[in-house]
Nanobody, 125 residues
Framework: VQLQASGGGLVQAGGSLRLHCAASGRAVSGYAMGWFRQAPGKEHEFVAA????????YYADSVKGRFTISRDNTKNAVYLQMNSLNPEDTAVYYC???????????????????WGQGTQVTVSS
């Protein structure tokens, strides 16, 4: 599975961005899909995830109510709608796919087998 993340950019605080993760190589309909982010000098941080059936969804407390993850298995794609962005959201965002990911570990980066290259999100104050 190859993952390609896009949609990042520079946005002012309070703005919105929509990230897109395109999967190729094989269908990801049976995979859990997640978004993680990494700010300079920090570890990978869980952002959001969705299991293969598109429900339920999981969010980090820091983004709950502002970010929405969705997937379209017919297009082999996952999206992250990010609203009310603030400077603390600045990071490189990665999409990841996990096969047979245990739901209790869906927030753990090591539970994912495939990673995209990341897309930079910068939020100015």
């Amino acid at each position: 599975v190859q993952l390609q993340a896009s949609g990042g950019g520079l946005v002012q605080a309070g703005g919105s961005l929509r990230l897109h993760c395109a999967a190729s190589g094989r269908a990801v309909s049976g995979y859990a899909m997640g978004w993680f982010r990494q700010a300079p000098g920090k570890e990978h941080e869980f952002v959001a995830a969705v299991r293969w059936s598109a429900s339920p969804t999981y969010y980090a407390d820091s983004v709950k109510g502002r970010f929405t993850i969705s997937r379209d298995n017919t297009k082999n794609a996952v999206y992250l709608q990010m609203n009310s962005l603030n400077p603390e959201d600045t990071a490189v965002y990665y999409c990841a796919a996990g096969l047979r990911t245990i739901l209790s570990l869906i927030r753990v980066p090591a539970s994912y087998h495939y990673w995209g290259q990341g897309t930079q999100v910068t939020v100015s104050s």
